[in-house]
């Protein structure tokens, strides 16, 4: 897909502005346990713990980096071999953005590529809570992605609409909130939000590009968009991430 293309070029110019690009450095990742990705929590209905999603995890010279994923592999391999694969594979997209953050990572052009873990999902809910308290009071909310501690803190505060693709959370209310879906309801929800909070997960499924055109204050979570986010100016909320 062009997305993915545009993102593996501008790795390949950033390696070669590093002087990194004629190497063949290795990068290594693998999908790590629910217990790996995110720890022991009290809330058991995040996507990680139910199965939905898996965490790929990308290694280069000694940095990590993540992305969520529902189509988990692994790889080993140098970038050039990386950058050479079918990016019309869901597999290989989140492969590409998991290694495009260890890389980013590794060269100091972003932090907060690795997971929170216990408790800290629900501190950094309330973080992401009083930062848009402060600058969105009163505006009309829209949640792309289901996160439940961000939903069950947030709902209180907002008036709300939540899109989904996950067909076991469709139609379902959460946390009094109606779960819609993703992409019969997108062009009207985001017509009708005042400000949207999107999962950075969107970065590694082929489903951001319709987000970075809406108009709307926009704000990405997560560590799977951190390198995407830098390389497009995107605003990224984040701040329990190691």
Same mark, same amino acid.
């Given at each position: 897909?062009?997305?993915? /293309? /545009?993102?593996?070029?501008?790795?390949?110019?950033?390696?070669?502005?590093? *002087?990194?690009?004629?190497?063949?450095?290795?990068?290594?990742?693998?999908?790590?346990?629910?217990?790996?990705?995110?720890?022991?929590?009290?809330?058991?209905?995040?996507?990680?713990?139910?199965?939905?999603? +898996?965490?790929?995890?990308?290694?280069?010279?000694?940095?990590?980096?993540?992305?969520?994923?529902?189509?988990?592999?692994?790889?080993? !391999?140098?970038?050039?071999? =990386?950058?050479?694969?079918?990016?019309?594979?869901?597999?290989?997209?989140?492969?590409?953005?998991?290694?495009?953050?260890?890389?980013?990572?590794?060269?100091?052009?972003?932090?907060?590529?690795? @997971?929170?873990?216990?408790?800290?999902? /629900?501190?950094?809910?309330?973080?992401? =809570?009083?930062?848009?308290?402060? @600058?969105?009071?009163?505006?009309?909310?829209?949640?792309?992605?289901?996160?439940?501690?961000?939903?069950?803190?947030?709902?209180?505060?907002?008036?709300?609409?939540?899109?989904?693709?996950?067909?076991?959370?469709? *139609?379902?209310?959460? +946390?009094?909130?109606?779960?819609?879906?993703?992409?019969?309801?997108?062009?009207?929800?985001?017509?009708?939000?005042?400000?949207?909070?999107?999962?950075?997960?969107?970065?590694?499924?082929?489903?951001?590009?319709?987000?970075?055109?809406? *108009?709307?204050?926009?704000?990405?979570? !997560?560590?799977?968009?951190?390198?995407?986010?830098?390389?497009?100016?995107?605003?990224?909320?984040?701040?329990?991430?190691?």
């Amino acid at each position: 897909m062009e997305f993915y /293309e /545009e993102i593996g070029r501008t790795l390949q110019a950033v390696l070669k502005e590093q *002087g990194l690009d004629s190497q063949s450095i290795e990068v290594n990742s693998k999908v790590l346990t629910a217990k790996e990705a995110i720890g022991e929590t009290e809330r058991k209905d995040y996507p990680l713990l139910t199965g939905k999603e +898996y965490l790929m995890q990308a290694e280069f010279m000694g940095s990590i980096g993540q992305a969520f994923t529902c189509c988990p592999s692994s790889f080993s !391999g140098s970038i050039q071999s =990386l950058l050479v694969l079918d990016f019309d594979q869901p597999v290989n997209q989140a492969l590409l953005i998991a290694a495009t953050n260890a890389v980013y990572r590794h060269l100091g052009r972003v932090t907060g590529t690795i @997971h929170c873990k216990n408790e800290e999902p /629900e501190q950094c809910a309330g973080c992401i =809570l009083e930062y848009l308290k402060e @600058h969105h009071a009163g505006e009309k909310l829209l949640m792309v992605g289901f996160q439940p501690a961000m939903i069950e803190k947030l709902a209180p505060h907002f008036t709300m609409r939540i899109l989904d693709l996950d067909v076991d959370n469709v *139609g379902q209310k959460k +946390y009094g909130v109606l779960v819609e879906h993703g992409i019969r309801e997108l062009e009207d929800a985001v017509e009708w939000a005042g400000v949207i909070l999107s999962t950075g997960s969107i970065a590694a499924n082929g489903t951001l590009r319709p987000f970075l055109t809406t *108009g709307k204050p926009t704000y990405f979570y !997560g560590t799977t968009i951190a390198a995407v986010a830098e390389v497009k100016g995107l605003k990224r909320l984040c701040y329990q991430a190691k």
